[in-house]
């Protein structure tokens, strides 16, 4: 079982910065893979990125490369997804997730975990 959390959200201005964090608990956590999501008003879901247990490979959506860097602290239980020049497009629930029993890499679709947080808000103004 892990419960996750995400925190670090809030108002923006396009261009600004926000570091979203997401704390795990759960004995599983440090063999988990961990994805961040983000779903906007009337939207599906959409993948942003996603990192393997021992940070060994990282991926990131077309739309987040570049911009936004997730990480992960074994140590704190928690993963990052840091995001710079946020554009008004970035505004969404933000959900971090976690994935277990070594499912295919790079674990673009909801499907593949097992696992999420509650979501925080992430709103860029222009």
């Known amino acids: 079982q892990v419960q996750l959390v995400e925190s670090g959200g809030g108002l923006v201005q396009a261009g600004g910065s926000l570091r979203l964090s997401c704390a795990a608990s759960?004995?599983?956590?440090?063999?988990?893979?961990m994805g961040w999501f983000r779903q906007a008003p009337g939207k599906e879901r959409e993948f942003v990125a996603a990192i393997t247990w021992n940070s060994g490979n990282i991926y990131y959506a077309d739309s987040s490369r570049g911009r936004f860097t997730m990480s992960r602290d074994k140590a704190k239980n928690t993963v990052y997804l840091q995001m710079n020049s946020l554009k008004p497009a970035d505004t969404a629930v933000y959900y971090c997730?976690?994935?277990?029993?070594?499912?295919?890499?790079?674990?673009?679709?909801?499907?593949?975990?097992?696992?999420w947080g509650q979501g925080t808000q992430v709103t860029v103004s222009s």
């Open positions: 759960g004995r599983t956590f440090s063999s988990a893979a």
């Open positions: 997730a976690a994935s277990l029993g070594g499912r295919s890499w790079p674990l673009q679709s909801r499907e593949q975990y097992d696992y």
